[in-house]
């Protein structure tokens, strides 16, 4: 199976990467074969160098470099906050307006991967700006306490890289992704499958702006948003 690409050029390559695909092999995830790397190396006939994560049930746009100088450059603009993510998400609930975020989180620490790590390292600063798009409500009631449900086309834009953050900072506003099963609500989560047989993480990293790293040209990439987002667009009268 192949990947989709969506730029390349003498230096980058970013593709769309689906819900489910693991950016790179782990020792956590041995049992896998398919990763995102491995595929765009074989779909550009050249290694490819990973420059920023993307979590595994994330869509979209994930960006590589074709030599480890191009990576090393892209992952210091990263780590500096020079390049601007946009992600979209359907969360739970109504969320209008605009807002910025600024809610420090602590690192969420894998039992395995992180067993040497420091349990009381002090949280780090994370920040995200969000701003509501479009709104539906549906006659059903998933939650007991309401006759119908309510939910809401965001776009997200960190400002920072913190794992999980979107998810996390999300689920602080209580407004959780649908589709989230480490931090979302799982009345939520069950409906979609149920009802719109949806059974992802509604997060997709849908743009990248950025300044090229070796023409130092402006660089906006976009990523397509997959079938199960048209789908449910096509449903509530969203235009995306």
Not at 71 to 81: H, K, Y
């Amino acid at each position: 199976m192949s990947i989709e690409l969506v730029y390349e050029d003498d230096w980058l390559v970013a593709v769309n990467k689906e819900p489910g695909l693991l950016v790179h092999r782990s020792w956590l995830d041995r049992h896998e074969t398919r990763f995102a790397m491995q595929l765009t190396r074989d779909a550009v006939g050249c290694h490819v160098f990973p420059v920023h994560r993307l979590d595994r049930p994330t869509s979209g746009l994930l960006l590589f470099a074709k030599n480890a100088g191009v990576a090393r450059t892209l992952t210091e603009a990263f780590g500096g906050r020079q390049i601007s993510k946009t992600y979209l998400a359907l969360v739970r609930g109504y969320l209008e307006g605009e807002g910025r975020l600024e809610y420090a989180l602590t690192r969420e620490l894998d039992d395995i991967a992180d067993k040497f790590a420091d349990p009381d390292k002090p949280a780090q600063e994370a920040v995200t700006r969000w701003q509501g798009l479009d709104r539906v409500e549906l006659p059903f009631a998933v939650s007991k306490k309401h006759p119908t449900s309510r939910y809401s086309l965001v776009q997200l834009s960190p400002e920072t890289g913190r794992k999980h953050q979107l998810r996390r900072h999300m689920a602080h506003l209580r407004h959780p992704i649908v589709g989230d099963t480490s931090h979302g609500d799982g009345r939520h989560n069950r409906f979609f499958r149920e009802q719109y047989q949806c059974d992802r993480l509604m997060l997709h990293a849908a743009r990248l702006s950025l300044t090229h790293p070796v023409t130092g040209e402006p660089l906006t990439l976009s990523a397509p948003l997959d079938a199960h987002w048209h789908r449910l667009a096509t449903e509530f009268g969203w235009i995306l």
